[in-house]
Nanobody, 126 residues
Framework: QVQLVESGGGLVQAGGSLRLSCAASGLTFSSYAMGWFRQAPGKNREFVAAISRNGGSTLYADSVKDRFTISRDNAKNTVYLQIHSLKPEDTAVYYC???????????????????WGQGTQVTVSS
């Protein structure tokens, strides 16, 4: 079955950096558009970033586009989220998601995705 496993979260100080990874299995990874979402305590899940099947198209939430970079390695079945200049408001559980999509599509709403990982916690201290 399809599995998405996130890793790379942790406790970091404000201004620090992290790289989150999401390893996919049970699917033909290059056929899937991928996305990252996050959910802070007491808040709804929100879109963070998305990437097309070949990595040629990306999309970011306005709140993160100058600090976050999404990328993928189809040979390793992995999507990444590089985060710089972390802020306390970035504290959340970060989820990756997958959906088959046309070649250049990027998907920004959670209900467009079929598969989800279990999440990785990112905590930013001030």
């Amino acid at each position: 079955q399809v599995q998405l496993v996130e890793s790379g979260g942790g406790l970091v100080q404000a201004g620090g950096s992290l790289r989150l990874s999401c390893a996919a299995s049970g699917l033909t990874f290059s056929s899937y558009a991928m996305g990252w979402f996050r959910q802070a305590p007491g808040k709804n899940r929100e879109f963070v970033a998305a990437i097309s099947r070949n990595g040629g198209s990306t999309l970011y939430a306005d709140s993160v586009k100058d600090r976050f970079t999404i990328s993928r390695d189809n040979a390793k079945n992995t999507v990444y989220l590089q985060i710089h200049s972390l802020k306390p408001e970035d504290t959340a559980v970060y989820y990756c998601a997958a959906r088959t999509a046309p070649y250049f599509s990027v998907l920004r709403t959670s209900n467009e995705y079929d598969y989800w990982g279990q999440g990785t916690q990112v905590t930013v201290s001030s």
